[in-house]
């Protein structure tokens, strides 16, 4: 028999966890059309699935040269022979072709009309050459073209470079104030998580489309080691259930944020560093083995959570750190995190 504290001297054999998530990213090539040119391919990826309203809406377009010669675009308007970014004119269009459009919910598309361009150097050319398998591309923030991006809901771009030779190429995004998750469990207390937006946007995105759905409700924590962490999320409740359907994210691994006491992670396979989907776990105490190792997703927001923390770290577990009663995640809800902090405020003397 292996007592608790001999076990807890080799955390890092206890991390048999599975745990996954949704889409790497949310993006759509160019589909072919008849007499399209074979030898571009048109690409377009919103730099996060997630957005914060006050924040860039970044917007990635690429055309791509798939062959091995070189290939000449032409272009509507000249722009600076040294211009080394895709020009804005491939992008938007010119006068009265538009080739940017998008679409907000359920609503129809919406063009976005094309900017003025400034005045056309001595220097200008009137078309683009892309050698063997090169690509030119740029990125934007979508909130200087269309300024209702800026409301919270979904979003599809659709791009159809070269007047819609190329296809369409599309990317959906969501743009949200950001929130803080608060879990309810059956002991005393709530717990309230600061979500890391920024630092893994694709796993907080699936965390919390888990959450909104409802997913979390009713399902447990089945591993509790004091000291170590607490695992939940499991819809098997036996630590290798996933999604239901079956979506996995890739890790986002950050070596410079510290595990600590109530820092909130998404679990994995540990064969896979990219096999995150619904399991999470919360760490109890400083684990600096962890760094880098595993996604943080977000962190316990003040004492009041880290109180609420060590209650579950106190259950009593089996000899596999199971609850001898079973810990039920009754709820996790998604709040203003910005809303929340100023009523706090608020209320201190």
């Known amino acids: 028999m292996v007592c608790r504290k001999t076990r807890l001297l080799h955390p890092l054999r206890r991390l048999a966890w599975l745990a996954l998530a949704g889409p790497a990213a949310l993006i759509a090539p160019a589909q072919d059309t008849a007499g399209a040119p074979p030898a571009l391919r048109a690409d377009l990826r919103a730099a996060k699935p997630l957005f914060n309203p006050d924040s860039p809406i970044r ?21 600076a022979s040294d211009a080394i970014t895709l020009p804005a004119q491939l992008v938007f269009g010119s006068g009265d072709t538009r080739l940017l459009s998008v679409t907000y919910e359920n609503d129809p ?41 800026r409301y919270a809901g979904t979003y599809r771009l659709e791009w159809r470079p070269l007047g819609g030779t190329l296809g369409t190429a599309a990317t959906e995004f969501r743009v949200e104030p950001r929130k803080d998750a608060v ?19 694709l796993n907080v995105e699936n965390f919390v489309e888990l959450v909104r759905d409802g997913f979390y409700g009713g ?3 089945h591993r509790v080691i004091p000291g170590f962490l607490i695992q939940g999320g499991c819809p098997s409740g036996d630590g290798k259930g996933l999604r239901k359907d079956g979506k996995t994210v ?17 679990a994995r396979k540990p064969s896979d ?8 776990f ?27 923390l060590q209650q579950l770290a106190e259950v009593p577990t089996d000899r596999k750190d199971r609850p001898l009663s079973p810990l039920l995640i009754r709820s996790i809800n998604l709040v203003d995190a910005e809303s929340l902090r100023t009523r706090e405020l608020e209320a201190q003397p």
């Not at 361009?117 to 269309?146: C, F, V, W």
């Not at 002991?187 to 937006?197: A, E, N, Q, R, V």
């Not at 691994?253 to 510290?258: A, G, I, K, L």
């Open 183 to 201: 879990l309810v469990t059956d002991l005393p207390g709530k717990i309230t998580f600061t979500l890391d937006y920024d630092g893994a946007p």
């Open 250 to 266: 890739g890790g986002e691994f950050r070596s410079d944020v510290p595990v600590e006491a109530g820092t909130l992670l998404m």
């Open 109 to 149: 598309p919406k063009e976005i009309p094309a900017p003025t361009l400034p005045p056309a150097k001595t220097n200008a050319t009137t078309s683009l050459r892309l050698g063997p398998h090169g690509l030119i591309g740029i990125e934007l923030d979508l909130r200087k073209y269309y300024q209702h991006v």
């Open 59 to 79: 917007v990635r377009f690429t055309l791509t040269n798939t062959t091995a010669d070189t290939v000449t675009v032409p272009l509507d308007q000249p722009v």
């Open 273 to 280: 560093p990219n096999s995150a989907s619904c399991q999470f």
């Open 282 to 308: 919360v760490a109890l105490g400083r684990l600096p083995d962890l760094d880098g190792q595993y996604t943080v997703i977000g962190h316990a927001r003040d004492t009041d959570s880290l109180r609420a």
């Open 219 to 221: 399902l447990t924590f």
